[in-house]
């Protein structure tokens, strides 16, 4: 069953601190691995996106990584900042059909 | 460049009404797909739009459909809502429709519905 799952379920960090959030995948066959970020009531903004030959990925403070044969990614935050505040969500789809599978998300809130 | 619209943005039923949501993807985007997020589930895969032809549909039952015009813009419908109906659906656009899923999404900001 092609599922996807992140961890931590939610994360509370201090202003300026980093993190990894992390996401597993048993999606097969694989395409693509997309970060996404999705304030409080807003439609998700996408962060990044890693096919299977990339491992690394960066986006300003955000630093994408993936490892297709343990078929983990994380998502690393530098410098952390109020505006960092909100839900994370990892996308994997296959490149068959033309599904995503959605991991439920890692609420991050910074805190001063 | 505008982005994906949706509209309404909130709207509030009671159970057995039905509700047509609309979204008007980036200009030039072809797919639009549909997606139901509620705080348990997450975010999950309701159809996909391409060219006026559904390609793909996930696991909803038959009360929620939708339909693409010739302009790319889309609609969901939900009939005989119930209380579980409540969440925030949101419309993706997409420029490239092949698979692998290269394509990037775009999201919309959503409709949020409130079944009472």
């Known amino acids: 069953k092609n599922q996807v799952e992140q961890s931590p379920q939610s994360l509370i960090i201090l202003e300026g601190k980093n993190c990894t959030l992390q996401?597993?995948?048993?999606?097969?066959?694989?395409?693509?691995l997309r970060w996404y970020k999705q304030d409080t009531g807003r439609g998700p903004v996408s962060l990044t996106i890693?096919?299977?030959?990339?491992n690394t990925k960066s986006n300003g403070r955000y630093t994408a990584t993936l490892d297709a044969d343990t078929k983990q990614s994380s998502l690393h935050i530098t410098a952390s900042q109020l505006s960092d505040s909100a839900s994370y969500i990892c996308?994997?789809?296959?490149?068959?059909?033309?599904?995503?599978?959605f991991g439920t998300g890692t609420s991050l809130t910074v805190i001063p | 460049k505008a982005g994906v619209t949706q509209t309404p943005r909130y709207l509030i039923k009671t159970r057995g009404q039905q509700v047509t949501l609309s979204c008007s993807p980036i200009?030039?985007?072809?797919?639009v797909s549909w997606y139901q997020q509620t705080p348990g589930q997450g975010l999950q895969f309701l159809f996909e739009y391409f060219s006026e032809t559904q390609r793909n549909k996930g696991n909803f039952p038959g009360r929620f459909s939708g339909r693409q015009f010739s302009n790319s813009r889309s609609e969901m419908n939900v009939s005989t809502l119930e209380l579980g109906d409540s969440a925030l659906y949101l419309c993706?656009?997409?420029?490239?429709?092949?698979?692998?899923?290269?394509?990037?999404?775009?999201f919309g900001e959503g409709s949020r519905l409130t079944v009472l």
């Open positions: 996308v994997v789809s296959g490149n068959t059909g033309n599904q995503f599978y």
């Open positions: 200009s030039g985007h072809r797919s």
């Open positions: 996401c597993n995948y048993t999606v097969s066959p694989f395409s693509n």
């Open positions: 890693m096919t299977f030959s990339e």
């Open positions: 993706a656009s997409s420029y490239i429709h092949t698979p692998p899923n290269t394509g990037e999404l775009f």
